[in-house]
């Protein structure tokens, strides 16, 4: 009966130990073994000969995004004229192409309201000055003990009326860019250049009628700087920093590389595409890069000093993200790692790798079995 009741526990015993081995071992026919998170290779599989390993280091890296752009004039160098009242077209001063300055004449033209608006502020001028001086007599009467404290009040109230009406006048004429003081009764309207530029658009035809919402018939813009509006995903928007260098691109000079600078990033994300716009100043001297052209804009970030790894070391599962780390010639640790940027075939560890360590860079999916 002893022997018996030996027997026994023997045999539980060494069913226990084998169930325990096969939840922590299990073979493969490809020649390894699992135990845990630890891949055993066996000396006759077929596996070793077909990896290929990569040893950590730290190097420089620079973070590159490339994105489409979009030449713009800079808006405070970029202008549209349309007249400001309905009128003909008496005169041009201007050219395509032409240089002008602020102040510069553009276009002479005929117009009854602006005549209208003349005579409503010069009118309104004669009657305050007018009242400024009937104003200045009831105050001297008065303080000479002869004048009437009454006329002295309707004189005073008749000055603030008057001078409120002037101010309309003014005011009518500066909305539009015209300066009273300069203004000529009956004089045709000028209309000027209110920037530094060259013409880009002249669509003056002498004698033609303009109403006052007509298009823009000139386009004046200074073009030794543009904007490249570029567009960036969401996920990548932590890269990009104001007064980054930038490199662009334009097919037209396929040979040539055009610098700038990160001027803005955009607050807002646009909802279908999920990016960011994002603004790039160049110096444009030469006027290469025109408003509308399209170009290839390379965003740089600060060089860092960063772990690569290739892109097909790194393995997922779920949201982990994994590596075969090499502990010797027939062990391999499966070890979660955490990646930043995904550049050229290359992947920044942020964590889980030390330098002088070895993974595995090609040949993984091998030994990737059960994930």
């Given at each position: 009966?002893?022997?018996?009741?030996?027997?026994?526990?023997?045999?539980?015993?060494?069913?226990?130990?084998?169930?325990?081995?096969?939840?922590?071992?299990?073979?493969?026919?490809?020649?390894?073994?699992?135990?845990?998170?630890?891949?055993?290779?066996?000396?006759?599989?077929?596996?070793?000969?077909?990896?290929?390993?990569?040893?950590?280091?730290?190097?420089?890296?620079?973070?590159?995004?490339?994105?489409?752009?979009?030449?713009?004039?800079?808006?405070?160098?970029?202008?549209?004229?349309?007249?400001?009242?309905?009128?003909?077209?008496?005169?041009?001063?201007?050219?395509?192409?032409?240089?002008?300055?602020?102040?510069?004449?553009?276009?002479?033209?005929?117009?009854?309201?602006?005549?209208?608006?003349?005579?409503?502020?010069?009118?309104?001028?004669?009657?305050?000055?007018?009242?400024?001086?009937?104003?200045?007599?009831?105050?001297?009467?008065?303080?000479?003990?002869?004048?009437?404290?009454?006329?002295?009040?309707?004189?005073?109230?008749?000055?603030?009326?008057?001078?409120?009406?002037?101010?309309?006048?003014?005011?009518?004429?500066?909305?539009?860019?015209?300066?009273?003081?300069?203004?000529v009764l009956g004089k045709p309207l000028t209309i000027v250049s209110p920037i530094r530029g060259e013409v880009l658009t002249n669509k003056i035809v002498r004698g033609?009628?303009?109403?006052?919402?007509?298009?823009?018939?000139?386009?004046?813009?200074?073009?030794?700087?543009?904007?490249?509006?570029?567009?960036?995903?969401?996920?990548?928007?932590?890269?990009?920093?104001?007064?980054?260098?930038?490199?662009?691109?334009?097919?037209?000079?396929?040979?040539?590389?055009?610098?700038?600078?990160?001027?803005?990033?955009?607050?807002?994300?646009?909802?279908?595409?999920?990016?960011?716009?994002?603004?790039?100043?160049?110096?444009n001297l030469n006027r290469d890069l025109k408003p509308g052209m399209y170009v290839t804009v390379l965003f740089k970030n600060m060089p860092e000093n960063s772990i690569?790894?290739?892109?097909?070391?790194?393995?997922?599962?779920?949201?982990?993200?994994?590596?075969?780390?090499?502990?010797?010639?027939?062990?391999?640790?499966?070890?979660?790692?955490?990646?930043?940027?995904?550049?050229?075939?290359?992947?920044?560890?942020?964590?889980?790798?030390?330098?002088?360590?070895?993974?595995?860079?090609?040949?993984?999916?091998?030994?990737?079995?059960?994930?």
């Amino acid at each position: 009966m002893a022997f018996l009741l030996l027997l026994s526990v023997a045999i539980s015993c060494l069913l226990y130990s084998c169930n325990d081995s096969k939840k922590n071992k299990e073979e493969f026919s490809d020649g390894y073994t699992l135990k845990g998170d630890t891949i055993v290779l066996a000396g006759n599989s077929n596996i070793k000969p077909r990896l290929n390993f990569s040893t950590i280091s730290e190097q420089y890296f620079v973070m590159e995004l490339t994105t489409a752009g979009i030449v713009r004039a800079i808006p405070t160098a970029y202008a549209e004229i349309a007249p400001p009242f309905a009128g003909r077209v008496l005169k041009s001063y201007v050219r395509l192409g032409q240089k002008v300055q602020p102040g510069s004449p553009l276009l002479d033209i005929s117009s009854p309201d602006y005549f209208n608006a003349q005579k409503e502020y010069f009118d309104a001028k004669q009657e305050f000055q007018q009242a400024t001086l009937n104003l200045k007599r009831q105050r001297d009467l008065l303080n000479n003990g002869v004048g009437v404290r009454r006329e002295f009040e309707e004189a005073e109230t008749e000055y603030i009326t008057k001078k409120s009406a002037l101010f309309n006048a003014s005011a009518a004429l500066k909305i539009f860019n015209i300066a009273p003081e300069k203004t000529v009764l009956g004089k045709p309207l000028t209309i000027v250049s209110p920037i530094r530029g060259e013409v880009l658009t002249n669509k003056i035809v002498r004698g033609q009628y303009l109403k006052e919402d007509a298009d823009p018939i000139i386009v004046v813009a200074e073009l030794s700087k543009v904007w490249i509006v570029g567009e960036v995903k969401e996920k990548d928007i932590r890269f990009i920093h104001t007064l980054d260098d930038v490199e662009v691109k334009v097919d037209a000079f396929p040979d040539r590389i055009i610098k700038g600078k990160i001027y803005h990033v955009n607050e807002v994300v646009n909802e279908q595409s999920r990016s960011v716009e994002v603004l790039v100043e160049c110096e444009n001297l030469n006027r290469d890069l025109k408003p509308g052209m399209y170009v290839t804009v390379l965003f740089k970030n600060m060089p860092e000093n960063s772990i690569l790894i290739p892109a097909q070391s790194v393995f997922q599962k779920e949201e982990k993200q994994f590596v075969f780390v090499k502990i010797d010639d027939t062990h391999f640790e499966k070890r979660q790692i955490e990646t930043g940027a995904t550049s050229n075939g290359k992947v920044i560890v942020k964590s889980g790798l030390r330098t002088g360590e070895v993974i595995v860079s090609e040949g993984g999916s091998l030994m990737n079995r059960d994930y």
